[in-house]
């Protein structure tokens, strides 16, 4: 029994963060260099935190947990995001 | 890469039950009115969240069934699980008039627009039927006569979500065609499918892979991860075959 | 929200409790035994696993499979308090002391990293895990650990919330100063005692 879901799953916790629309960024894991679409990683919505993975290399793009009313972000798993603006 | 878009904060809103409708024996849409709702693309889902007199909060995402429209309300359609915390509540206890606290829309990237073109592929099982629903919806009320091909799986007859209304949109409509399978029981006179979706079946349903399809896939994990695995050895192309897993347990 | 709304009917699926001394605050007793997970389910097979002692030791110890079965074992009968709120009481685990993993070896290390399977982290310092406080456990209510729970051996902490339990661990590393693990450098507890309802970095 397998808890993957998809980078959608991960659409509400990084829209309270972000100001644009995440999961159709590019984002380049920082373990394997892979490209992928965020709405195409892998998201565990553990209890404690939401925690997105490469669907390649399994390495931690990005790990998001609200504690007292603070976002605790890390995307040190991100070695760059790139997202196209709208014209 | 898909164009981004800039979102308004998110932020919950107090809406209204205005109407219930029972789908199947464990299925229920639940329309909504919601003052602050500045509309949604289909295939987006909301957040729904429930809070106990002392506190205690739970929160589960639900897809949106209901095709854009003008008017401040929406639908979602929810599966009760027996063991679930919240769709038990949502299914037996919410009655019109009731309020609920939701978030929303959520989520840009399981999102189908008729400018996005297809030939379109819709896949779902259970209760991941309902944000291909709001495609077709969608796809319906706009007009659109993009080829669309819908599988899908359910355990038998009487838990066939949308039945009446999937049977209707693909009978007047000629460039939309629906094939079930029913993987535990079938009615005696039934000419459909009647097992898992298996690579056989897919290739006889699904787009030829020249004709470049995109793909939407939705519902239990298990599922999703078969069909997505089998659509990609078919020869269909990972960037055009979009999925949502609903979890294990399909959503809660 | 401030005057926050309430959903007219819901209670959740928790369970009223009468073993009020045994619930830490803020907790509700749970029948089920929830699965969460952070990443993908390990599946190492017993003939590559092992376990070692490393860090701030003068010799670092490693035991295969085998060697690890034979150490002296016990059963541990523990509650156990997951900081997402739900309690477990009486779980039945069998499995090594950390006290007999850690006999012999001289250290000036204060802290303790537990490192595993995946890559989670975890750290607590030496006297949490020691004096009969902790064990690395294989086996839950008679049968081996399955995967999911962090089978085939995980760490076994009752006195701290659950996440310091950490699953599939492979090894304790030694350290003089304190590390932070997965939880502890994504806003939560760096203890994390439920009694003193140690949840969030700033309790």
Known sequence: ?87 | MERTTLLGRLTWQLGEVVATQVETARTKSLTIALPQWTGHRPGQHVDVRLTAEDGYQAERSYSIASAPGDQKQLTITVERLDDGEVSPYLVDELRVGDQMELRGPIGGYFVWEPSFGGPLFLVGGGSGIVPLMAMLRHRQASGSTIPTRLLYSSRSYEEIIYREELDHLSRSDATLEVSHTLTRVQPPDWIGYRRRIDQALLGEVAWPPEQHPLTYVCGPTQLVESVAAKLVALGYETARVKTERFGPTGGA | MSNRFISRGFHGRRQESTLAGRIPPGQYLERGFPVLSAGPTPHTPLERWDFTLEGEVDQPKRWTWEAFRALPHEPVTADIHCVTKWSKLDTHWEGVSVDTLLAGIESVAEYVVAFCDGGYTTNLPLEAVTGGKAWVVYAYDGQPIAPEHGGPARLLVPQRYFWKSAKWVRGLRLVEEDEPGFWETLGYHNDGDPWKEQRYWGD
């Open chain 1, 1 to 87: 029994m397998e808890h993957r879901l998809d980078g959608n799953a991960a659409a509400g916790a990084l829209q309270e963060i972000f100001p644009f629309e995440m999961t159709t960024a590019d984002a380049t894991c920082a373990g394997c260099g892979q490209i992928n679409v965020v709405g195409a990683l892998v998201v565990y919505k553990h209890g404690m935190g939401t925690i997105v993975r490469c669907p390649s290399c399994d390495t931690a793009l990005i790990r998001v947990a609200k504690t007292r009313g603070r976002y605790w972000l890390d995307v040190r798993g991100v070695r760059v995001l790139q997202i196209a603006v709208e014209s």
